[in-house]
């Protein structure tokens, strides 16, 4: 203890050099957690909001963009295709679940999807105040955006045109509000979701026959269920049909889908396929050049931290050589003199890893809070993971590094000399 207590001495002894050291040091571990934090989020979260949904199905374009849009409701849509190719890929033999979405709306950045209630199913989303909707124009809240946008069953709103702040309302087509979700983890909180016939309705006047909106409403009623959606959909499902939804997420019936079904809906002449799988690696390789850059500048630092420690010391065992001296006439071993030398150190590196765990929790906690303003991915600096452990460990070795050429230096003084010299 007492050791300990005279390193933490010495540690201070030159406040300049130990905070210089201890900034250098807890940049570099600050960066190793932030950097573990954010990566390891982003591809929990990529992996969540993929679950179930083995190909994408829209309009001619980007695959990437399809992604983007239909599945982390990041980017807009490529466009709309026939409300036919649902009823289309549904009868297709290797196909097991179609879920169409149809976009264009937002609410205050929280986009608004029509889709059926399948959508809910394929992430978990459970009722946790209110009901799902019944009949067009009616809506039920993700998690987030029911606690940003605060409301509530019986709260109404227009959706504005397009994903960005700052579209055209659809003042006409005013949304009730009839339930809420509970938090799922996934792109579902995030949402405003409705029935696909209310996209319609609000999108009526752009071009379709408002009629069908109305129509489809008196249709589906107060009984209107999971069940009555499909036969409704089979039914309006044909060829001749004006009306468009812009995205399918489509499930596989058999693994021998995945050879085939991409290769038969990029052969028909409106429609484009994107597999999550092979898109999102693509995503995370462009997104894992950043953190490897990231992560680099974190070593550099922790370069720079373990050079500066090492002068440091190394100069500080050549200033104390007096005091070093004292202590082996008062009968300290060379070893105790050394560990000396090492403890000061370690100050140093525990220092380091409270100060660097800290602060990359807290960039993660900042930067998440800047996603959620701007309704996008979901990271939290309350995030613990077990790689973390490297942080310390690296801070440790670190420390024992750049302490063992002083610490030997120390273990090797002469005291005849130094007391001779004085």
Not at 221 to 232: K, N, R, S, T, V
Not at 384 to 400: G, N, Y
Request: glycine share 10%.
């Amino acid at each position: 203890m007492r050791l300990a207590l005279l390193a933490w001495r010495y540690l201070w002894a030159r406040p300049l050099v130990a905070v210089l050291n201890l900034v250098l040091l807890s940049l570099g571990l600050a960066s190793m957690t932030f950097v573990i934090l954010a990566s390891e989020q982003v591809e929990h979260a990529v992996q969540r909001d993929l679950a179930g949904i083995d190909l994408v199905v829209g309009a001619k374009g980007s695959p990437m963009q399809l992604i983007l849009s239909g599945v982390f409701h990041l980017d807009s849509p490529t466009g709309n295709i026939p409300l036919g190719t649902v009823k289309l890929l549904r009868d297709h033999p290797l196909v097991a679940r179609v879920v169409p979405l149809s976009l264009g709306d937002s609410l205050h950045g929280f986009r608004i999807v029509g889709t059926t209630r399948e959508y809910l199913d394929l992430y978990g989303g459970q009722i946790e105040q209110g009901r799902t909707w019944k009949i067009p124009l009616e809506a039920v809240l993700g998690a987030d955006a029911a606690a940003e946008l605060k409301l509530r069953p019986g709260d109404t709103f227009a959706g504005s045109h397009g994903l960005g702040m700052g579209g055209d309302e659809h003042d006409h087509y005013r949304y009730t509000v009839v339930g809420t979700l509970a938090r799922t983890g996934t792109v579902l909180d995030r949402l405003v979701v409705t029935s696909t016939e209310s996209v319609w309705a609000v999108h009526a006047h752009h071009g379709s026959a408002p009629a069908e909106a109305g129509q489809a409403a008196d249709e589906h009623g107060d009984d209107h269920d999971h069940g009555h959606d499909d036969d409704h959909d089979a039914a309006h499902e044909n060829e001749d049909d004006p009306r468009e939804v812009t995205l399918l997420l489509v499930s596989y019936r058999s693994p021998l889908a995945a050879v085939s079904l991409p290769r038969w809906v990029n052969a028909q002449p409106a429609l484009q396929s994107a597999a999550p799988a092979f898109e999102t690696a693509r995503l995370m390789k462009m997104v894992g050049a950043g953190t490897e850059v990231l992560r680099g500048f974190g070593i550099v630092l922790l370069a720079a931290a373990g050079l500066s420690v090492f002068i440091g010391l190394y100069h500080a065992v050549r200033e104390r050589q007096a005091d070093l001296a004292m202590m082996r006439m008062l009968g300290a071993p060379p070893r105790r003199v050394a560990t000396l030398v090492v403890a000061e150190a370690l100050w140093l590196a525990l220092l380091g890893i409270i100060i660097g765990l800290v602060a990359g929790h807290a960039v993660t906690h900042l930067l998440g809070s800047f996603l959620q303003t701007e309704r996008s991915l979901s990271l939290t600096g309350a995030w613990v993971s077990p790689w973390e452990a490297v942080v310390p460990a690296a801070a440790v070795l670190l420390a024992l590094l750049s302490a063992a050429l002083p610490a030997i230096r120390a273990f090797r003084l002469d005291v005849t000399k130094l007391l001779q010299a004085h």
